[in-house]
């Protein structure tokens, strides 16, 4: 079996829930205090095992390829300034990984931002992570959770968490038998689906590892709901060829994509800082205290 060493961060959304923030900064630029969301998406798949990232980008996410790059201006004003930590700390963004970028032409959903990556990826199993999920989880990265359930099954494993019935037409729902604790072989799935069509609350939630059979299908797929060419249809059809699992992640997840998940994360990430909770935490009890009077 091939280990899972290369993941697929598709990132060339215009972040349109964002504006004006986004007309010009990439919305995975958007900073967890001090560092970006791609940051620690990125550092999820390095504790993973992951070795390669593979950028999906666009035209207007420049600013993504320079964060991962060099900046040899800066850090030579730095080191005048004797500030030598800080630029071995940025030169060890740039050596976290071997960073590879290929441009969607068209955005025309998940699937085929995936599919734009294939000739990357190659004939080996991979990862996928969105981004704009932020999980967090000390004991074993989201990724890592799926990377050895795939290692144990040799199959694709799909990320899920539950969510409220009300919730599911914002997610591609899974439906399976129970195999073990926390882990389905899925029997069905379905993108976005009404409350009351849903199969079950098990919602997948921007993880997934894949074979690379998934390029076969994706070739095939036609363009679904929303005029895109959806992974979850590709994977509905993968589903007549090989088993696919999907595994509950364990962990507290962020969904910075809108802009009360992006604030819920910040607060959250500013109560685990060691070097500012202690002033966050004085700053919500005395906002509590205003707001009831």
Avoid: W
């Avoid at 590709?234 to 994509?257: C, F, Q, W």
């Amino acid at each position: 079996m091939r280990e899972v060493k290369k993941a697929v961060i598709p990132v060339a959304g215009f972040g349109t829930r964002f504006l004006p923030a986004t007309k010009s900064t990439p919305k995975e630029m958007l900073p967890i205090i001090d560092k970006p969301i791609i940051h620690y998406i990125v550092e999820e798949a390095i504790k993973s095992g992951i070795e390669t990232i593979i950028f999906v980008t666009g035209r207007h996410k420049r600013a993504i390829e320079d964060y991962f790059d060099y900046y040899p201006e800066l850090e030579s004003i730095l080191l005048k300034n004797g500030k030598k930590e800080l630029v071995e700390s940025l030169r060890e963004i740039s050596n976290m990984a071997e960073f590879v970028y290929v441009r969607q032409k068209e955005q025309l959903g998940l699937g085929h931002a995936v599919l734009t990556a294939k000739h990357i990826v190659g004939d080996e199993p991979f990862a996928v992570l969105l981004g704009d999920e932020l999980i967090i989880n000390d004991k074993q990265p989201a990724i890592g959770q799926l990377i050895s359930a795939y290692y144990k099954f040799g199959k694709s494993v799909i990320g899920t968490m539950e969510v409220s019935k009300e919730d599911v037409s914002k997610y591609g729902i899974v439906a399976g038998k129970s195999i073990t604790e926390g882990i389905k072989l899925v029997d069905y799935m379905v993108e976005k689906p009404k409350p009351e069509e849903a199969p079950s609350t098990s919602a997948i939630i921007g993880r997934y590892v894949l074979t690379p059979t998934i390029f076969e299908e994706l070739e095939k797929t036609p363009l679904g709901k929303g005029g895109e060419l959806q992974l979850t249809d590709a994977m509905v059809n993968l589903l007549k060829k090989e088993a696919i699992y999907s595994k509950d992640i364990e962990g507290i997840r962020h969904d910075t994509g809108n802009k009360l998940g992006y604030l819920k994360a910040i607060i959250d990430f500013a109560l685990m800082s060691e070097d500012i909770k202690e002033d966050i935490k004085e700053l919500i009890l005395k906002k509590c205290k205003e707001i009831n009077g």
